[in-house]
């Protein structure tokens, strides 16, 4: 079973541009979650997609949102960055039952930076 | 609101030695608490989660609601255990299990 993808691997971009990440999750989980990776707040949970509708919010501002497809595929996009977006983001696929034994799978993150 | 504390940033014991990784949570309800590890270019995985009361790797976990700890340990060290360790929390009041809120992480360093 191919594991969860993200697509770019690495990014640069100048602040007050926006940008876009992808993920695709491992086949038949319909649940994604993403989140952000920095040295100074480690991980943060940003939000979560299934059946294509938001079902968990985190505490990121506006400029952070994002989409699931039909086939599952997620994106997440920052508008007007700013310095402190440069992290890892992480996407995260499963299932998306309500159980606890539900595995969140992580891809490899994209690595994001911003000048 | 929810919270995982990892107090040690960095752990370096000895091959063969017991390990103890340190994590406790603040959380009004009934939490489900989960290890991550990540070892060297490898992506975040999980170790083991509460519920399911499981030895892997050797490893195992207890939750401890009165201490409100859930911390990670081995009896004997191996290298190949040389890796970032992450406490996660989920819960009723997080919405699901897809909602991780992760400790800052532990490196774990295991010399000759």
């Known amino acids: 079973k191919a594991g969860v993808t993200q697509t770019p691997r690495y990014l640069i971009k100048t602040r007050g541009q926006q940008v876009t990440l992808s993920c695709s999750p491992i086949?038949?989980?319909?649940?994604v979650s993403w989140y952000q990776q920095t040295p100074g707040q480690g991980l943060q949970f940003l939000f979560e997609?299934?059946?294509?509708?938001?079902?968990n919010k985190g505490n990121f501002p506006g400029r952070f949102s994002g989409r699931q497809f039909s086939n599952s595929r997620s994106e997440m996009n920052v508008s007007t960055l700013e310095l402190g977006d440069s992290a890892l983001y992480l996407c995260a696929s499963s299932l998306g039952t309500l159980r606890s034994t539900d595995t969140q799978y992580f891809g490899p993150g994209t690595r994001l930076t911003v000048l | 609101a929810q919270r995982v504390t990892q107090p040690e940033k960095l752990l370096s014991v000895f091959k063969g030695a017991p390990v103890e990784l340190k994590c406790n949570y603040s959380y009004s309800g009934s939490p489900e608490l989960f290890w991550y590890v990540q070892y060297s270019r490898q992506r975040l995985q999980l170790l083991l989660r509460h519920i399911s009361r499981e030895s892997i790797k050797g490893f195992t976990a207890d939750l401890n609601k009165g201490e409100t700890s859930f911390h990670l340990k081995k009896p004997f060290a191996q290298e190949e255990d040389s890796a970032m360790y992450y406490c996660?929390?989920?819960?009723?009041?997080?919405?699901?299990?897809?909602?991780?809120?992760f400790g800052t992480g532990t490196r774990l360093q295991v010399t000759l």
């Open positions: 086949s038949g989980h319909r649940s």
């Open positions: 997609y299934f059946s294509e509708t938001q079902r």
């Open positions: 996660a929390l989920s819960g009723a009041l997080t919405g699901t299990a897809s909602k991780l809120t």
